[in-house]
């Protein structure tokens, strides 16, 4: 079936750890995207991509990096920079063919980030 | 970004209708979206409307787009407990992240 994975489900950061949430999409779509959402904020952008070995700063980028190595992979690490990491997050893409065009996005399941 | 604006709770009664709103405020979007979150889940899509557009209907769903106000709704008729989880109205152009709201939580009661 054609979507986008995210691994792990739930996933646990000690302090001063950094850790890597995965996605990947098998819709081969070029743009993918990294939100944030925290309770009663709804959805903040981090990171996202257009294209491969591209990518730009969201709104909230602070703490996070990403790499775009692959079209069909996104992954996004949480450093130990990112003083409040605790959140559910939320990868995305699109087909993001250029001008005049709905950008639908499709969404994974999401991975809960924890702090021990 | 740009700000959308949503209620953050409606309670509606089984088999009654709801109506969901969002202002939004990029005269420049082209598209609005309307997505579903259940628990412990992703967004899933359920509608969108293209700005030249004032009405979209699809089932249970219709969408009505007032592009003078910068206003948006999404109606859905027969509201059952299914229906219960969060509504975000989403702004986008083309080419770009979409622009998401808080969200609304929807409660279906019995």
């Known amino acids: 079936d054609g979507g986008i994975t995210q691994s792990p489900k739930y996933l646990f950061r000690k302090e001063g750890q950094n850790v890597t949430l995965s996605c990947e999409q098998n819709?081969?779509?070029?743009?993918m995207y990294w939100y944030r959402q925290d309770p009663g904020q709804g959805l903040r952008l981090i990171y996202y991509?257009?294209?491969?070995?591209?990518?730009q700063k969201g709104d909230i980028a602070e703490g996070y990096s990403v790499s775009r190595e692959k079209k069909e992979s996104f992954p996004l690490t949480v450093t130990s920079a990112q003083k409040n990491p605790t959140a559910f997050y939320l990868c995305?893409?699109?087909?993001?063919?250029?001008?005049?065009?709905?950008?639908?996005?499709?969404f994974g399941a999401g991975t809960r980030l924890s702090v021990l | 970004g740009e700000d959308v604006e949503q209620s953050l709770f409606l309670s509606v009664r089984e088999g009654d209708s709801s109506v969901i709103n969002c202002t939004y405020t990029?005269?420049?979007?082209?598209?609005l979206y309307w997505y579903k979150q259940e628990p412990g889940a992703g967004l899933q899509l359920l509608t969108y409307?293209?700005?030249?557009?004032d009405m979209k209907q699809d089932q249970r769903l219709t969408v009505l787009l007032n592009k003078k106000d910068k206003h948006l709704s999404l109606r859905i008729a027969d509201t059952q407990t299914g229906d219960s989880a969060i509504y975000f109205c989403?702004?986008?152009?083309?080419?770009?992240?979409?622009?998401f709201g808080k969200g609304t939580s929807l409660l279906v009661t019995p």
């Open positions: 990029d005269s420049s979007s082209t598209y």
């Open positions: 995305a893409s699109s087909i993001d063919v250029g001008s005049s065009a709905k950008n639908i996005q499709y």
């Open positions: 409307i293209f700005s030249n557009m």
């Open positions: 819709l081969n779509h070029d743009a």
């Open positions: 989403a702004e986008g152009n083309s080419g770009y992240a979409l622009n």
């Open positions: 991509s257009q294209i491969v070995n591209d990518f």
